[in-house]
């Protein structure tokens, strides 16, 4: 596609509920990176993928936070047992493997957890 | 660890007047330093980047930063702001051995009439 795409745009859940967001990045990039923006923190790095591996979980919270990508493409962030604090907006980024650090950004995903 | 700051939170501005966003990094050998524009509901969008090449940057829409080591500086500078500049601006570190980036807290920059 053109960008990053993301899904869905806006999420509500109740406390305690499982969530899943999905990221398409741009053709051909085979680095994505998951990243949270909230009031409280800024925006934070959460993982990080090349391929279909993550070398670098070091940001993710808390073993609540997963993450798969499949076929080198299509990534989702999984948060299980949703607690108000997760409540953010979720941004995925991708870059080409000549330029790893010139990242482009999705819409995000705003999750609100009630 | 890397860090990036950003000296102020919130800049305000008139139309046609220049623009200063302040920035500094912690210091490293070779860091790469971006500049983001985020406008309200909208994704961050890429204005420059410095990867050690020429130490003053040219962005887009007429934005432009100086990457001054002895300073560890890097502020985003527009000789006269527009209404359409309204957003908030984050300055973004990223080092050689890692892939992630880190951003400075943001400003936020109001243009008035």
């Known amino acids: 596609g053109a960008g990053v795409s993301q899904s869905p745009s806006n999420k509500v859940t109740e406390k305690g509920k499982d969530v899943e967001l999905r990221c398409d990045p741009i053709?051909?990039?085979?680095?994505l990176y998951w990243y949270r923006q909230s009031l409280g923190q800024g925006l934070e790095f959460l993982i990080y993928?090349?391929?279909?591996?993550?070398?670098?979980k070091s940001g993710l919270p808390s073993d609540r936070f997963s993450a798969e990508r499949t076929g080198g493409s299509v990534s989702t962030l999984t948060i299980q047992r949703t607690q108000q604090e997760d409540s953010a907006v979720y941004l995925c980024?991708?870059?080409?493997?000549?330029?790893?650090?010139?990242?482009?950004f999705g819409p995000g995903t705003r999750l609100t957890v009630l | 660890a890397q860090s990036v700051t950003q000296l102020d939170s919130h800049v305000s501005v008139s139309e046609g007047t220049p623009v200063l966003l302040r920035c500094n990094y912690s210091?490293?050998?070779?860091?790469?330093l971006f500049w983001y524009v985020q406008h309200p509901n909208k994704g961050l969008q890429l204005l420059l980047k410095?990867?050690?090449?020429?130490?003053l940057v040219k962005g887009i829409n007429g934005f432009e930063a100086e990457f001054k080591k002895s300073e560890t500086s890097f502020h985003l500078t527009k000789p006269s702001a527009h209404m359409s500049d309204a957003a908030e601006y984050f300055c973004?570190?990223?080092?050689?051995?890692?892939?992630?980036?880190?951003f400075g807290g943001g400003t936020r920059l109001m243009v008035k009439p």
């Open positions: 980024a991708s870059s080409h493997w000549q330029v790893y650090n010139e990242q482009f």
């Open positions: 053709s051909g990039h085979t680095a």
């Open positions: 993928f090349q391929g279909n591996s993550a070398p670098d």
């Open positions: 210091s490293s050998y070779s860091p790469s």
């Open positions: 410095y990867t050690s090449a020429a130490t």
């Open positions: 973004v570190v990223s080092y050689n051995a890692g892939n992630m980036l880190t």
